[in-house]
């Protein structure tokens, strides 16, 4: 089964968010973000109300929910668990939208449903009801067709308690909430489909449209229990009274399209100047707030407040930076060139970046990271870090691997690439050049995918490749030819599976189908769907050795631990994490592995590296006021002696430099990654200080952050946050008399960084560290 | 699939691709979305729709259900609309025809049809709210579309061609095991569902494991055909199936719904192909 995103109700219920996403239903914890409770039921859900039983003095919390199935589930708001169900005995079909009607005079509540095919349900649910645990149906007290088909949403009018209204996506009707008879009814204007409404007064209701549009009407007298011409229109032409339009509430003012309709609710506030608000979400990201007037205003209604997602990007400052940006900016252009595809290669060190402009980059990775992080003698250096650029797409390069990382049987020098020009280059990796071009696809390289171990020989040899005109080819790097081409597909590629043994190549497509096709003759051997496609995928995962790499490897296992939220595995994983870690970090050759997981958190780590090089140099930084912060929180006495390692701006201009080629060079891969991991990481911890004491207003050391817990940020976060200190301990703990001052640093003036740099990490620096890693006990 | 000359250095051919565009987005997309509906149209028509107070007008179905060659079961079937109402079972072995009819206080229907005809008809509406005068100004309104029409379809079809996977327990305290007028004994258990155009009926024959049993006790997981010697446990008691029974019977007008939605599929597919071969045109611009 394929997941889609496309329904999704959301509502806020004090500190938990419930989130419906086709088939799964998550609780979340919206202080950290944590996900707390996950189920997921055979039916997809479209619609989720929040609704809370009072039986006696107790109060619980249950979720009503309705999708594609014909009943309406309830659901204990703690567990997720299924309670009970409302079922239908008459033309039992989907409900397409819900309302929970509270009555102040009887215990009883109702519920008040519309089916897709437009008969109106009516459950009571009593306070017996509602105890119930067993799994016996509720069936319903009343059902009237009404013919609303394709109804988008219902809801009560809590000022009158006697109509109810109802939007469809062509017209909105207003009913008596009594005998459910018609009061008047509403034609959308051409183009218009309503998506939902709400009584705003006693006499008025707002109601929007896909498009993110909102119309207030007047109802007309008919409509109101007040008036004594309510009923009057009853089994009369509906057409006759179109209520007049009030006011019209500002379109988006970006006519940009959205992936799906905006989300919009109507509140009632409970402060004054916004009593009545019309909240919009929308799925570029932007937020709007509308207060509604009682006065009607005179035009349209402008937009209270709004803001985006795209607005906050564009704030940040300084813009996080890209890792190959230095080579990248073109002379008269804003914008670097962006980089489009990545691998990086640890066995080498080297990090090979495919750009929009069709050429390729390889540079030494950290190196390159060292640009963007850190401050020192390599900044006067230009065209600096050492690359090369292999030319030869015309267009953006999608995809790039190193096929040699995967398996040894590949030649370690071929690199292959995929374009958006239908080709797939073959690069040599030591000398660039360009070994042979396949043009074998109709449509732009999407995928470049490595065959399993166990497939015949002439297939090891060979790179698979998916492209967007629904083609697979199995391209041939020692034959420098494709030896099999299955295009016979009508449907996007989703997956590419393997079945060695058979010499099967397994496509599974978009529509749920699946080909099977013979590597060796290129025969399509079947092509299935239902439920045999699904068993054949599930057959080739079961007997698919593990083909993926220990790194990789203990990732996954890290993030099942952590979905699974279990703390042994998790510490299990932690201490097996860290062991290889500080291995690799010592040992020379693979020290720069680190650096892919550093490189996630480079833009807090540059922006804080920035500010420590600001603050010690005494000038105003234009870090703002984080960097102003700092002077008055000390940092902590790890922090602060650890920060000699960042080679300032200031100490370099102090000095006569005289031989820049020769310093970087000799120190090596080991050098450079040590240097990089330490300062970015004294850096991340300060800020991560700074933030914390800002955000309690106390001034913090390490250990206080690590002894007493969270201080209310994510606990989540924290465990990531926790995690990288742990590694960073074990790493300093494993390094006695480590410096990172060559013996060319050693001869600066001691008064320009106003302390000589320390041999060694300071006592009390260890101190700190070995609290930190009790933790890990 | 339509195929572009990639060149970019003579005008005509540039300004080619922009009118042949606009006719795709005014002419060519209204026709294959007509030709959509239509198809649809047809598709949702074989479903016959039970519309409120019209129940009588439903033409009544029987099916036979057997397999010729080992004829341990034969079923009748007599359905109306998708709720089957009266039932016959011949087992062989016990040489006994059961006779069931379901329950008329309580509704059973096959619901993975309901829903393929809801999951229809929202593909429906969602094509009906474009209509002829309806302007595409983008590729990217057409592909939005056709995303949330192919979704519904696939959606649909999903249902006909995969049916739910239950476990036994799952199965035994099932709304469809309540249905029955004589109740069903209790050592058989039976389903009902779809696969693809056929309709299918399990009959399983359980016996119970004694519980000082020497066996392996070990419960089946969820299959949509269960083997005999799988075992579950309901209610303290441990019972495993001796015997399973399927038969099944081919539904014309579901053989003729499964190619309708694979053709609309296809249809849509092809015009999201021909949109993406104009939107890669535009992307490939020269640096």
Partial sequence: MYRDTSHKAFTNIGFTLYHVVSREMCLWDVNDGRCIEFTKLACAHTGIQFYQFTIGTEKEGRLLCNGHYPEILVVDATSLEVLYSLVSKICPDWISSMSIIRSHRTQEDTVVAVSVTGILKVWIITAEVSKMQDLDPVFEEESKPIYCQGCQSISFCSFTQSSLLVVCSKYWRVFDAGDYSLLCSVASESDQSWTGGEFVAADKVIIWTEDGCSYIYKLPASCLSASEHFRSDIGKTKEGSIPPLIYKIAERADKQLLICPPVTRFFFGRREPFHKLLIQGDSAGRLSLWSVPDSTPRQTLQVSSTISLQEAFDKLKPVSAGIIDQLSVLPGKEEPIKVTASVYIPSQGRLVCGREDGSIILVPATQTAIVQLLQGEHMLRRGWPPHRTLRGHRNKVTCVLYPYQVSARYDQRSLVSGGVDFSVIVWD????????????????????????????????????????????GLLSLRERKCIMLASRHLFPIQVIKWRPADDYLVVGCSDGSVYVWQMDTGALDRCVMGITAVEILNACDELAPATVDALSHSAVNLKQAMTRRSLAALKNMAQHKLQTLATNLLAADNADKVTTALITFRNTRKQTSLETGGARRGNSSPGGQFAAGSSEVPASPAAHHLGQVCFTKKRLQGQSYRKP???????????????????????????????????????????????????????????QHLLSVISLANTLMGMTNATFVGEHMKKAPASLCGATPPPSPSPSLRASIADISVIKR | MLYLVLSCNSSPLVQMPEEEFNWLLKEEVHAVLKQLQDVLKEASRRFCMPSPGLESQLKQENFILGSSTYGTLRCCLFMLGFSPQDINLKIAKSSQVLHFQFREDKQWKLQQIQDARNHVNQALQLLSSRDETYHFKTGAEVNKLMDAVMLQLTRARNRLTTPASMTLPELATSGLMKMFTPPMPGDAMINFYINLSKLCLTVYQLHVLPPNTTKNFRPAGSSVLHNPGAMFELNNNRFEVSHVHKVECVVPWLNDTLVFFTISLQLCQQLKDKISVFSSFWNYRPF
């Fill in chain 1, 661 to 719: 080629s020769s310093t970087l060079a000799p120190r090596g891969l080991q050098f450079d990654t040590c240097g990089l991991v330490l300062s970015s990481s004294v850096s991340f911890q300060e800020s991560l200080l700074r933030q914390l004491s800002l955000a309690t207003g106390r001034k913090l050391t390490l250990s206080d952050i690590v002894g007493k817990g969270a201080y209310g940020l994510s606990r989540a976060v924290t465990t």
């Fill in chain 1, 429 to 472: 990796i030591f000398t660039g050049e360009m070994k042979h071009i396949f043009c074998v696809h109709g449509g732009e390289i999407t995928q470049l995918i490595v065959p399993p171990e166990n497939c015949s020989t002439r297939v090891q040899h060979c790179v698979c490749s998916v492209a967007s005109d629904h083609s697979v």
